[in-house]
């Protein structure tokens, strides 16, 4: 059975930083693609970056571009969002899931297989 748990939000400044852990049981990352989506109060789920596993291609969201990265650890069993110079804009729910990542078409949630439940960032003063 395949498990995708985020963990990591929080409260945090504007300007500050804010890295997300995305692990997954029952699959082997380094055989996915990952996106990661947020959906704000309110709002629709949008995508806010993607990596390709065959060739590490990346996919942002034109407002996340420079801000935000995806890393993963030396076990490859977690994936992790860096988020910096983080923006109230930036509040919401942040979800992570992993299936085929082929272009950017998966941020729009194309090829998502597997989603875990959200961690949620808030950026207030």
């Known amino acids: 059975q395949v498990q995708v748990v985020e963990s990591g939000g929080d409260l945090v400044q504007p300007g500050g930083s804010l890295r997300l852990s995305c692990a997954a049981s029952g699959v082997t990352l380094d055989d996915y693609g990952l996106g990661w989506f947020r959906q704000a109060p309110g709002k629709e789920r949008e995508g806010v970056l993607c990596?390709?596993?065959?060739?590490?291609?990346?996919y942002h969201k034109d407002s996340v571009k420079g801000r935000f990265s995806i890393s993963r650890d030396n076990n490859k069993t977690t994936v992790y969002l860096q988020m910096t110079d983080l923006r109230p804009e930036d509040t919401a729910v942040y979800y992570c899931?992993?299936?085929?990542?082929?272009?950017?078409?998966?941020?729009?949630?194309?090829?998502?297989?597997?989603w875990g439940k959200g961690t949620p960032v808030t950026v207030s003063s």
């Open positions: 899931a992993i299936g085929d990542v082929y272009s950017s078409s998966c941020l729009l949630g194309y090829g998502m297989d597997y």
């Open positions: 990596i390709r596993s065959s060739d590490g291609s990346t």
